[in-house]
């Protein structure tokens, strides 16, 4: 009832008429030559192409809009038109979201790119709009593992007492402590601070966030626990997807799908580089270690999630091929 309250209100004050040319503001914490940036300068061209230059994207990458959390907000309330941001720090926002970040949830690459290029990704996709966004597409983020500052994680009892940041998500930190560690909550561009500083002993994400970062100079241990697949995903505000015409929410919706396609080739060739870069600057890469404990300590964290829907979709992505 409070998700149709507020969507029924989003209509209300977001019933403008269709907007003339305009100049899109896109919204993405990643460095300009990161592949999910470059898909959305991709769907820019694309745009700009199939609307006769009458509408363009403007990405501001590297943070200048803020981070993730800030910029999703302000994406819901209509200041921000488009952005690129992980599921996990919207997840407390779009309760579908958060289901995509849990822990042990995709099997595999194929597997991920089976749902989300599906039914079920649709699905997820229309479910944002109820809270104030139009979800285009979704981009890869790899497989987040666990990286550290002065000793690496060989087993789970090596995790207990350890400071790991964690993005701003409810979900994340239950995931962190579940491993018996202490999950500090940090904004992306403060990790590589909160590493030099000893503010925190470690940190968890992907190969290219690792290396892009230079976190891999400070923190020198990586251990493959590929702990969750949770992807990225480029949502609109509803104020700036109600200004376009039907003819171009077609066109933008296209663009986006073709951007997921690009930014997937690109993604494959910087984790290949990036796993090498890492290995050449001399990290412990932990790759032979029992991942059973963490699995079956990640189970408390799946219990977390009681509502029926969810369930079922939860169990609909784990039953699919």
């Not at 929410?249 to 997937?264: D, E, G, K, L």
């Not at 910087?270 to 990640?298: K, N, W």
């Amino acid at each position: 009832m409070a998700a149709a309250a507020l969507a029924a209100g989003l209509a209300a004050g977001f019933g403008a008429a269709p907007a003339a040319a305009r100049e899109f503001r896109v919204a993405d914490t990643q460095v300009e030559d990161y592949p999910t940036v470059q898909a959305v300068l991709h769907m820019s061209r694309l745009i700009e192409e199939q609307t006769g230059g009458r509408h363009r994207l403007r990405v501001f990458h590297s943070r200048q809009l803020g981070e993730e959390r800030d910029t999703i907000e302000q994406t819901r309330v209509g200041a921000i038109d488009l952005n690129r941001t992980n599921v996990a720090p919207i997840g407390a926002i779009v309760p579908t979201a958060d289901v995509l970040s849990l822990p042990f949830l995709f099997r595999s690459t194929a597997h991920l790119h089976s749902v989300l290029d599906g039914p079920i990704g649709d699905e997820i996709l229309r479910s944002f709009e109820a809270y104030g966004f139009v979800g285009l597409t979704f981009y890869d983020s790899g497989a987040r593992s666990l990286y550290t500052r002065d000793r690496p994680v060989r087993g789970i009892a090596d995790m207990k007492g350890l400071r790991i940041r964690v993005q701003q998500s409810d979900l994340m930190v239950a995931m962190v402590e579940a491993l018996g560690a202490i999950a500090v909550q940090l904004p992306y561009g403060q990790v590589e601070t909160g590493l030099a500083t000893g503010l925190i002993d470690g940190a968890e994400n992907n190969w290219p966030s690792y290396v892009t970062t230079g976190h891999y100079r400070l923190a020198r241990n990586y251990t493959l626990t590929e702990h969750t697949m949770s992807p990225e995903v480029l949502v609109m505000s509803l104020r700036a997807w109600r200004s376009l015409s039907a003819e171009d929410q077609a066109i933008f919706r296209s663009a986006a799908r073709a951007s997921n396609r690009v930014m997937r080739e690109q993604w494959n060739t910087l984790e290949e580089h990036s796993r090498a870069q890492a290995r050449a600057a001399g990290t412990t890469i932990v790759a032979d270690f029992d991942r059973a404990p963490f699995v079956a300590a990640m189970a408390a964290v799946n219990a977390r999630v009681t509502d029926p829907q969810l369930r079922r979709l939860i169990d609909r992505i784990r039953e699919s091929e």
